[in-house]
């Protein structure tokens, strides 16, 4: 029988994938399949902490022995839930919304293993430059960011509509604080050094 993977991502996202391979360790990627619905007035923190750890712990009896990486983000304006946009439309109004505005990106990760999870919260406070509807088509028509929380892929030309971030971890914005991981990682016995 072969041997359980050692670490396991539990989402399919291509841009969180994409920072942990930065780690340079191997991994295996596993689709969690966690409804995503906010729960009540759940505060946007609370939702990405408890989705990070639903998302770890749904993939874990698939691997047991394994480190398990959950992780979730929630963008939120003046107390809207910025999600995916999905469609070209909802992107405009996202986009429109944040034009000139602060948002908080409340990301978090869950590394568990063996019954034992350990979670960290890291926001980032992004402030986005005024653009008019021209720009806000030319950043889409070039970007397409469907897939992305608040419609800005900060690690691409969504960078041209933030004035300021303020953050512990650059990499919390993209959807995978990789500093906090690399802490959770060691506290359960991984160095990736």
Do not use: W
């Amino acid at each position: 029988m072969a041997a359980p993977p050692r670490l396991v991502l539990a989402s399919t996202s291509r841009y969180r994938r994409s920072l942990l391979e930065r780690l340079g360790v191997a991994f295996k990627v596993a689709d969690p399949g966690v409804d995503e619905a906010r729960q009540g007035g759940e505060p946007p923190d609370a939702m990405a902490e408890r989705l990070a750890r639903a998302k770890a712990l749904s993939v874990a009896g698939r691997f047991p022995g394994s480190l398990i990486i959950g992780c979730d983000q929630v963008a939120h304006c003046d107390g809207e839930i910025l999600g995916k946009p999905g469609t070209h439309e909802n992107a405009v109004r996202q986009l429109r919304k944040l034009s000139g505005r602060e948002a908080l990106f409340d990301t978090a990760v869950c590394v568990h293993k063996d019954g034992v999870s350990r979670t960290r919260l890291v926001p980032c406070r992004v402030t986005f430059r005024a653009v008019d509807d021209a720009t806000i088509e030319r950043y889409l028509a070039k970007e397409r960011p469907y897939d992305c929380a608040g419609s800005a892929k900060s690690e691409g030309l969504g960078i041209a509509l933030i004035a300021r971030m303020e953050g512990e971890d650059p990499t919390a914005l993209v959807g995978l604080p990789l500093i906090a991981l690399v802490d959770l990682l060691r506290e359960q016995g991984l160095n990736v050094l």
